[in-house]
């Protein structure tokens, strides 16, 4: 029989004294009155695709987060226990990408939901962003600057193929060929069956008058997914594919195949080799086909 001593009270008494305090107050009510945020919502981390938010709130309480690119808030997180003191992470996100959230909470008894306001945080780039964003420089014609945010993702990984031939995409554009050439060739040798590499494999070979090997590389492109299209800048796809296939055909005198190549992107060009007054491209009259079949498909380079 276990005899209940005055210090075996008093060291019981102790421990549950230690033991509330270490977990902290938890008011639980059950009227009817809703609860209140106390301690407004805190991102206290954030990476390239995580962030963990902290709040309190007066009593316990549930919670959801609504969250996503925008105030529509298209993702939702729930913490389904009841507690004060709320921290929860959530993943999977965007690098490099602003977000919206708020706060819902209903305590013990369901009274809610209280609305916190709308806040935002911003993820951290990444290999993947920092090429991502590179391109909506690109797009809008500002390639140094793509090119340094894609030589921070090399940085970060020399060994990722789209990096590589992302870089070397804008070299052409700024006149360095020679180490487009290279870095296309790298990139090829790290992942073969990129089309983003292909492509630029495909275009450097017809700028250094190689049809047979633009051909190679375009064929394999179409091979793998006909109608392809870069994710990061949607001017660059299979139109650009069809197009060199195009005016390599032509360079091999092979206008049948140079004219089913231009349908296949610009299926409204009109031209037929046996009717002269189809030989018409934007207004401009031409004398023979060759010439007005190159001439519809550099009007389709520019403007398709």
């Known amino acids: 029989m276990i005899k209940i001593t005055r210090f075996t009270l008093l060291l019981f008494f102790i421990i549950v004294i230690v033991i509330s305090f270490r977990c902290g ?13 106390s301690r ?12 963990t938010i902290v709040f309190e709130t007066n009593e316990a309480c549930h919670a959801e987060i609504k969250y996503g690119i925008s105030t529509d ?20 996100l965007v690098p490099y ?23 935002t945080f911003h ?5 993947i962003s920092l090429v991502r964003e590179g391109w909506n420089l690109y797009a809008a014609d500002d390639f140094s600057g793509a090119q340094a945010l894609m030589y921070e993702s090399y940085h970060q990984n020399p060994n990722r193929a789209e ?3 992302s870089i070397a995409w804008t070299q052409i554009r700024l006149d360095s060929l020679h180490e487009a050439r290279i870095n296309f060739t790298r990139a090829y040798s790290l992942n073969p069956y990129l089309p983003i590499t292909l492509t630029g494999l495909a275009l450097v070979a ?3 008058q190689k049809p047979d090997s633009a051909i190679f590389y375009c064929n394999q492109v179409i091979s793998y997914d006909p109608f392809w299209v870069l994710e990061h800048n949607p001017v660059i796809s299979y139109k650009n594919v069809r197009l060199i296939l195009a005016e390599c055909f032509f360079q091999k005198g092979q206008m049948a195949n140079a004219q089913r190549e231009l349908d ?3 299926e409204e060009n009109g031209l037929d080799p046996n009717i002269p007054s189809t030989w018409v491209v934007n207004s401009a009259v031409y004398n023979n086909y060759e010439t007005a079949l190159i001439a519809a498909i550099n009007y389709a380079k520019d403007n398709l």
């Open 123 to 127: 993820t951290l780039h990444n290999v």
């Open 264 to 266: 296949l992107v610009w």
């Open 97 to 119: 990408m602003e977000y919206h959230y708020k706060i819902y909470v209903w305590d013990f008894a369901d009274n809610g939901p209280v609305k916190s306001d709308n806040y």
């Open 25 to 37: 107050k938890i008011t639980y009510t059950f009227d009817n009155t809703k609860p209140a945020i």
């Open 163 to 165: 990096t590589v031939a």
């Open 206 to 208: 017809q700028i250094d």
């Open 40 to 51: 407004a919502p805190e991102v206290v981390f954030v990476d390239d695709t995580s962030a």
């Open 73 to 92: 808030y298209d993702s939702v997180f729930i913490i389904p226990e009841n507690r004060e003191y709320h921290q929860f992470t959530i993943g999977a």
